[in-house]
């Protein structure tokens, strides 16, 4: 049954239609990060305000290299820290696809490969990215249980079941800047576990 449902979020993603799915982290609305009408819908759906970014999510390291630059100390954290809860800042190349909307039309985009393996095989074989935040409207709290998803969303969404996120916390948020690395939001990956990982890098 998973296994259809991930089948079926696959070809509604590519026809341009939103997907709520589970993460370890939190359930997210997954649209096709390449379509802006798809990141419209999200933002509409979830109340969003316009302002707040979304992070977009990826099957592998080598579908995230396609369409950003990452330096020495970004490459570094992504083979160590992915696939898990932690989302790295990377600046967009020029020739990728992704909607402007993903990021407020800046050309920088949070980017992580979820620990999830219902996350992993609806991303893998997609060529495009999936632009996901979390499965709630805005302000009300992030769910990690399926049963516990409103059902206003669910009537108007298609949902795969998973487990219950492992973590309950959403991704931890950094970005490089030169040796330093900053955290813009605290999630499940501490700053000593990222310290454990660069470790002649500082945290700001």
């Known amino acids: 049954m998973v296994k259809k449902n991930i089948e079926n979020g696959k070809k509604l993603l590519r026809s341009g239609e939103l997907v709520i799915f589970p993460t370890e982290t939190v359930y997210g609305i997954g649209g096709n990060a390449n379509d802006s009408k798809a990141i419209r819908r999200i933002y509409s759906i979830k109340k969003r305000p316009a302002k ?6 990826f099957a592998n390291l080598e579908e995230i290299k396609k369409n950003f630059y990452l330096n020495k100390l970004e490459e ?14 990377l600046r967009k190349k020029n020739k990728s696809k992704i909607s402007n909307l993903v ?4 050309s920088y985009i949070g980017c ?9 095989q609806l ?19 992030s769910v990690t249980k399926f049963e516990d998803l409103d059902k206003k969303l669910m009537k108007k969404i298609f949902s795969i079941k998973g487990e219950q996120s ?20 605290l999630g499940s990956i501490t700053p000593s576990d990222i310290l454990k990982v660069a470790n002649k890098s500082k945290i700001r």
């Open 166 to 185: 492992k973590l309950g916390l959403e991704s931890t948020v950094i970005r490089v800047k030169k040796n330093n690395i900053e955290v813009l939001r």
């Open 112 to 120: 992580r490969i979820p620990k999830n393996k219902v996350a992993l």
């Open 76 to 89: 570094l954290l992504a083979k160590k820290l992915w696939p898990g809860p932690i989302t790295l800042i």
């Open 103 to 106: 990021s407020i039309r800046s």
């Open 123 to 141: 991303l893998k074989g997609l060529d495009f990215p999936v632009a996901a935040p979390s499965a709630n409207f805005t302000e009300r709290t």
């Open 52 to 57: 707040n970014p979304i992070i977009c999510h």
